[in-house]
């Protein structure tokens, strides 16, 4: 038996206290306000582009004319990268 002053409905409303909620939708939005671009990388066998709709993705595009999947700039690098 505990020796405290805490009685069992102290202790459960303690632990079933609901937390505050800190999500919030604009944490979670892409930071782009006062971020300079990265600078596009180009190689020989293609070159990476910001993509049109989503602020923050980037393509690469190959020299053969075709578009890679959306990727953030660091897998875009390595796509590149790794192509050589």
């Not at 971020?35 to 190689?43: A, F």
């Not at 602020?55 to 999947?69: A, E, L, T």
């Amino acid at each position: 038996m505990l020796a405290s002053a805490v009685t069992q409905k102290e202790v459960a409303a303690i632990v079933t206290r609901p937390k505050n909620s800190i999500e919030i939708a604009k944490e979670f939005s892409t930071k782009t306000r006062g971020v300079r671009p990265p600078k596009m990388l180009q190689t020989d066998d293609g070159e990476i582009i910001a993509d049109a709709k989503w602020p923050g993705m980037y393509r690469v595009k190959w020299r053969d004319g075709g578009v890679s999947d959306m990727v953030n700039y660091v897998r875009a690098k390595w796509l590149l990268i790794d192509a050589e």
